[in-house]
C-alpha cells in the first residue's frame, strides 16, 4: 500500500490518522458525557460526599481531556499532511447536491477536530479544578488568562461545538454506508486498510464552495454559542447579589478590597473570592499596643467563585448554600505591634461556631487605610465536605485572605 495517496484512494499515513483520530474521539465522547453525570450528581443537593463517585469523576474528566489534547494534536498533523497530499477524485462528481454536502462534512469535521478540543483545552486552562490533564503540559496555556468569563464562554462554545461534531460524524458515517449499501461503489472502501483494485474516478476539480460553507457553519456556531452565553451571563448578572464591600463606623469606607479562599485539591491550588460580602468596622488607632475596635463581616455564601469547582462547592456535603446562605465573622480588633493587628472572634459557616484569630498588617496614610490579612482554618470544624475525609483529595486546610483600601470620611 502506498504511504502516498492518488486520485483512485487514499495512502496508508491518511488511513492511520483517519482511523487514529476516530477512535480518539469515539472514545472521548462516552468519557466526557458520563463524566459530566457524575458531575451534575456531585453537584445536586442530594450528594452525600462520596469519595468514590468524586474519585471516578475525577479519573473520567482527566482521561477525556487527556484524550481531547492528542486529538488537537493529531488533528493538526492530519490536516497538514492533508494539505500536501492529492485528494482522490469523486465518483459520482455529477451529482452536484451531494458533492457539495459530502465535502463540506468533510471540512466541517476538520474545524471540529480542532475548534472542539482547543475550546475544551481553553476552558481548563482559564479555570481551576480538580481533574488535571495527564500529559506532562497543558494545566496553563500562553495568553489565556485564569478568567471565569473566558472559562464559562468556551465551556458554552466546546459544547455547542461538540454537537456539531457528533452531528458532522453521523453525516460522514450515513454518507459513507449509503455509498457502500445503496451505491454499492468504492467510496468506503478506499478508506479501509489494506489493498484492492479500485476503479479510476472521473477527471474533475474541487471547488471551494465546500469549505466557504464550512467557513460559514463554524461561523454560525462560534457567532452563536457565544451570544447564548452572554445572553445568558446578562439574566443571570442582573439576578445576582450585588457586590459589596463596605465599611461603617468611625467614618471609613472601602475603595477597594477582596475576600478570597484557596483550596488544594487533588494536589493543585484552587482559588476563589466572594462577590458579595459586607464589613462593618470600629476602628480607632491605639497609642500603645491593646484593643481597637470591632468588626463584623457577612458573607453572601453563593456569590463564591471556586474555578471550575464552584457548583460542587455549593451542594449539600460543602457550603450547603441553600440551607446556609451566609457566614459571619464578629471579631475583637487588637493591636499586637506597630503595623501588626489581630481580628480574634468567631467564624460561623454552616450551623458550626468556631473561635478564629485573623492576622493582617495595616498601614495608616493620612486618611488611607490598607489592609491584608491571612488565616487558615480546617474545612472539617465547620462540617464542611465531611464526606472527604482523605487530604490527598481535598486538603483540611482552608486559607482565607483579606485586603482592603478604606479612607476616611471627611
Same mark, same amino acid.
Given at each position: 500500500?502506498?504511504?502516498?495517496?492518488?486520485? /483512485?484512494?487514499?495512502?496508508?499515513?491518511?488511513?492511520?490518522?483517519?482511523?487514529?483520530?476516530?477512535?480518539?474521539? #469515539?472514545?472521548?465522547?462516552?468519557?466526557?458525557?458520563?463524566?459530566?453525570?457524575?458531575?451534575?450528581?456531585?453537584?445536586?443537593?442530594?450528594?452525600?460526599?462520596?469519595?468514590?463517585?468524586?474519585?471516578?469523576?475525577?479519573?473520567?474528566?482527566?482521561?477525556?481531556?487527556? $484524550?481531547?489534547?492528542?486529538? @488537537?494534536?493529531?488533528?493538526?498533523?492530519?490536516?497538514?499532511?492533508?494539505?500536501?497530499?492529492?485528494?482522490?477524485?469523486?465518483?459520482?462528481?455529477?451529482?452536484?447536491?451531494?458533492?457539495?454536502?459530502?465535502?463540506?462534512?468533510?471540512?466541517?469535521?476538520?474545524?471540529?477536530?480542532?475548534?472542539?478540543?482547543?475550546?475544551?483545552?481553553?476552558?481548563?486552562?482559564?479555570?481551576?479544578?480538580?481533574?488535571?490533564?495527564?500529559?506532562? @503540559?497543558?494545566?496553563?496555556?500562553?495568553?489565556?488568562?485564569?478568567?471565569? $468569563?473566558?472559562?464559562?464562554? @468556551?465551556?458554552?462554545?466546546?459544547?455547542?461545538?461538540?454537537?456539531?461534531?457528533?452531528?458532522?460524524?453521523?453525516?460522514?458515517?450515513?454518507?459513507?454506508?449509503?455509498?457502500?449499501?445503496?451505491?454499492? %461503489?468504492?467510496?468506503?472502501?478506499?478508506?479501509?486498510?489494506?489493498? *484492492?483494485?479500485?476503479?479510476?474516478?472521473?477527471?474533475? !476539480?474541487?471547488?471551494?464552495?465546500?469549505?466557504?460553507?464550512?467557513?460559514?457553519?463554524?461561523?454560525?456556531?462560534?457567532?452563536?454559542?457565544?451570544?447564548?452565553?452572554?445572553?445568558?451571563?446578562?439574566?443571570?448578572?442582573?439576578?445576582?447579589?450585588? #457586590?459589596?464591600?463596605? &465599611?461603617?463606623?468611625?467614618?471609613?469606607?472601602?475603595?477597594?478590597?477582596?475576600?478570597?479562599?484557596?483550596?488544594?485539591?487533588?494536589?493543585?491550588?484552587?482559588?476563589?473570592?466572594?462577590?458579595?460580602?459586607?464589613?462593618?468596622?470600629?476602628?480607632?488607632?491605639?497609642?500603645?499596643?491593646?484593643?481597637?475596635?470591632?468588626?463584623?463581616? !457577612?458573607?453572601?455564601?453563593?456569590?463564591?467563585?471556586?474555578?471550575?469547582?464552584?457548583?460542587?462547592?455549593?451542594?449539600? %456535603?460543602?457550603?450547603?448554600?441553600?440551607?446556609?446562605?451566609?457566614?459571619? @465573622?464578629?471579631?475583637?480588633?487588637?493591636?499586637?505591634? %506597630?503595623?501588626?493587628?489581630?481580628?480574634?472572634?468567631?467564624?460561623?459557616?454552616?450551623?458550626?461556631?468556631?473561635?478564629?484569630?485573623?492576622?493582617?498588617?495595616?498601614? $495608616?496614610?493620612?486618611?488611607?487605610?490598607?489592609?491584608?490579612?491571612?488565616?487558615? &482554618?480546617? *474545612?472539617?470544624?465547620?462540617?464542611?465536605?465531611?464526606?472527604? /475525609?482523605?487530604?490527598?483529595?481535598?486538603?483540611?486546610?482552608?486559607?482565607?485572605?483579606?485586603?482592603?483600601?478604606?479612607?476616611?470620611?471627611?
Amino acid at each position: 500500500m502506498s504511504r502516498q495517496n492518488t486520485d /483512485q484512494s487514499y495512502g496508508s499515513i491518511t488511513k492511520t490518522f483517519h482511523w487514529l483520530t476516530a477512535l480518539l474521539i #469515539l472514545s472521548a465522547f462516552p468519557l466526557g458525557y458520563f463524566a459530566t453525570e457524575l458531575a451534575e450528581q456531585i453537584q445536586s443537593s442530594g450528594f452525600d460526599g462520596s469519595q468514590a463517585v468524586i474519585a471516578r469523576a475525577t479519573l473520567l474528566f482527566s482521561l477525556h481531556k487527556t $484524550l481531547g489534547v492528542a486529538v @488537537f494534536f493529531t488533528a493538526l498533523l492530519r490536516i497538514l499532511w492533508a494539505i500536501t497530499q492529492e485528494k482522490p477524485g469523486l465518483l459520482h462528481p455529477d451529482r452536484k447536491l451531494e458533492a457539495w454536502a459530502a465535502e463540506t462534512a468533510h471540512w466541517v469535521l476538520y474545524g471540529a477536530m480542532v475548534i472542539v478540543p482547543l475550546s475544551g483545552w481553553i476552558h481548563h486552562a482559564a479555570t481551576d479544578g480538580f481533574a488535571p490533564i495527564w500529559w506532562p @503540559f497543558g494545566q496553563d496555556l500562553p495568553m489565556v488568562p485564569k478568567s471565569e $468569563l473566558v472559562s464559562k464562554l @468556551f465551556s458554552t462554545i466546546h459544547f455547542y461545538a461538540m454537537l456539531l461534531l457528533g452531528a458532522a460524524i453521523l453525516a460522514h458515517v450515513a454518507g459513507a454506508l449509503k455509498h457502500h449499501v445503496l451505491d454499492k %461503489d468504492s467510496t468506503l472502501l478506499r478508506m479501509l486498510p489494506g489493498r *484492492r483494485a479500485l476503479p479510476q474516478p472521473p477527471a474533475q !476539480t474541487h471547488s471551494a464552495l465546500p469549505f466557504l460553507s464550512a467557513l460559514l457553519v463554524w461561523a454560525g456556531v462560534l457567532a452563536g454559542s457565544s451570544a447564548l452565553y452572554f445572553s445568558a451571563s446578562d439574566k443571570g448578572t442582573s439576578a445576582a447579589p450585588a #457586590l459589596r464591600e463596605t &465599611v461603617e463606623g468611625s467614618g471609613w469606607s472601602v475603595e477597594s478590597g477582596s475576600l478570597g479562599i484557596e483550596v488544594v485539591q487533588m494536589g493543585s491550588a484552587v482559588s476563589g473570592s466572594f462577590a458579595d460580602w459586607n464589613a462593618k468596622i470600629a476602628f480607632e488607632e491605639p497609642a500603645a499596643p491593646g484593643p481597637a475596635g470591632e468588626v463584623e463581616v !457577612t458573607i453572601a455564601i453563593p456569590s463564591l467563585t471556586l474555578g471550575s469547582v464552584t457548583d460542587q462547592a455549593m451542594g449539600a %456535603d460543602y457550603f450547603d448554600a441553600e440551607t446556609y446562605p451566609s457566614a459571619t @465573622f464578629a471579631a475583637q480588633i487588637v493591636q499586637i505591634e %506597630d503595623r501588626q493587628y489581630e481580628a480574634r472572634g468567631t467564624l460561623t459557616i454552616r450551623d458550626q461556631t468556631v473561635q478564629t484569630t485573623l492576622p493582617f498588617t495595616l498601614d $495608616l496614610e493620612g486618611d488611607t487605610a490598607t489592609m491584608s490579612g491571612r488565616t487558615e &482554618v480546617n *474545612r472539617l470544624d465547620f462540617n464542611v465536605g465531611t464526606g472527604t /475525609q482523605d487530604e490527598a483529595t481535598l486538603a483540611f486546610g482552608v486559607n482565607i485572605t483579606v485586603d482592603l483600601v478604606a479612607r476616611r470620611a471627611q
